[in-house]
């Protein structure tokens, strides 16, 4: 893992507990979008309420909220 | 349709009488006619092609295997394919059984034979906890199927192996096993009972435990019953770390060979295992829509054949995968 990815990793760790007890929450990762490295925020549904309860940045990384259906076992 | 060359006709009656002494050479699996190539580059010369499994030196072959550069006036062509089989769809039964194929636990539905990895020098078939052990619920040495159960795998006609090893899988909200809460529940409980009370305490967990593997092997019956290729992709070159970006492929029991790419890394997921059980999983890899269910088990593959994860979970537009390095290390395995 590269440094700007393990930072962005790190600053994910300390928010991603929070974020995954908003309800429809399922998953946190980090992706890139644009060649520029985000907090991706994946949900079951309802992606505007969980937006609403997200910041758009945390510590200069930006956060993005996608919508994945349920996550299952296959 | 293009118009064919002239001369199509005319090597089409050679190859017709060609064919079957070409087919009796050792290495030749086909023939058929094409564009003959040299140097790599194609001609626009008809020639009859002579696709052969392996391509050998001309020392190596014995001069009736020879094939001739020419057959009167038609030039020919050696192309190597390998060997070529008929399509068999990964829900059947095969011994031996390569990985991309369908496995289970006796008592579940089935899911994917990932690949072979090695143990103290025997070798094991990878796969997902919740495909050879059923979700924690099995015990060691209980039968696994190929095919699976949902696939009309049967006992005992289609056990492959036993199962061997898993690591559990910790789900949310499962009963504590913290010896403080239980003395402290008991104590209440037999208070609640002194006072004439039907209601009990029940201790959980209510921290998440932390996964980062869906893993278990399965020592097979026979070594001869399972292969160490995997179904459509072929043999695994070695292991990588999966990054951001990678392209990936995967050969499963539902959708077969797919590919996708890794589209986020250190993902933190919570996963529903059926009604009312999930589990918080760390530190995966999650790409894009590769995966139905049945499918898991596949071991994930990069475009150089080199093993990257084991496929364990997703949803209509997502496929998660476990890092095969947490699932090499908390198996303690290796390739074969």
Redesign the interface.
């Known amino acids: ?1 590269d440094d700007p ?1 393990r930072k962005a ?1 790190e600053i ?1 760790l300390r928010y ?1 507990r929070k974020w ?1 007890d908003i309800a429809w ?8 979008v644009d060649n520029t490295l985000v907090i ?1 925020v ?1 949900v079951e549904s309802n992606v505007e309420f969980v937006r609403a309860q997200i910041p758009t940045q945390i510590e200069g990384v930006p956060v993005m909220v996608k ?8 | 349709m293009a118009n064919l060359p002239t001369n199509f006709e005319a090597v089409r009656s050679m190859l017709n009488m060609e064919r079957k002494g070409l087919m009796k050479k050792q290495h030749v699996v086909a023939t058929g006619i094409g564009y003959k190539t040299v140097a790599g580059r194609t001609t626009k010369d008809l020639a009859i092609i002579c696709s052969v499994d392996t391509k050998k030196a001309k020392s190596m072959l014995s001069d009736r295997d020879m094939i001739p550069p020419r057959i009167q006036d038609v030039p020919t062509d050696v192309r190597p394919t390998g060997i070529i089989r008929a399509f068999q769809v990964p829900t059947g039964r095969f011994r031996p059984a390569p990985g991309g194929t369908s496995i289970g636990h006796y008592l579940i539905t089935a899911g994917t034979l990932g690949c072979l990895v090695k143990k103290n020098n025997e070798i094991y078939i990878l796969s997902n906890n919740h495909v050879l052990a059923n979700s924690n619920e099995a015990s060691i040495g209980d039968i696994i199927l190929q095919p699976g159960p949902y696939d009309g795998g049967q006992n005992p006609q289609d056990q492959i192996a036993v199962l061997s090893e898993f690591v559990p899988i910790g789900f949310e909200d499962e009963d504590s096993d913290c010896g403080i809460a239980g003395s402290l529940v008991s104590f209440l409980n037999m208070l609640s009972e002194m006072v004439g009370s039907t209601t009990r305490l029940r201790p959980y967990r209510i921290q998440q435990t932390e996964n980062k593997v869906d893993c278990a092997i399965a020592r097979p019956l026979n070594s001869n019953d399972v292969i160490n290729d995997i179904l459509q992709i072929g043999t695994i070159s070695g292991v990588q770390e999966g990054e951001l970006g990678m392209n990936i492929k995967k050969s499963g029991r539902t959708t077969g060979f797919t590919t996708g790419t890794i589209e986020q890394v250190s993902v933190s997921a919570q996963v529903s295992y059926g009604t009312n059980k999930v589990a918080l999983f760390t530190d995966q890899l999650l790409a894009g829509a590769m995966s139905q269910g049945g499918d898991s088990g596949s071991a994930v593959l990069n475009g150089n054949n080199n093993l990257v994860g084991l496929l364990f979970a997703g949803s209509e537009t997502t496929t998660i995968i476990n890092r095969i390095g947490n699932v090499f290390g908390a198996l303690g395995v290796t390739l074969p």
């Open positions: 893992m990815t990793t994910k991603e995954l929450v399922t998953a946190v990762g980090i992706g890139l991706i994946s919508l994945t259906g349920k996550l299952r076992a296959q």
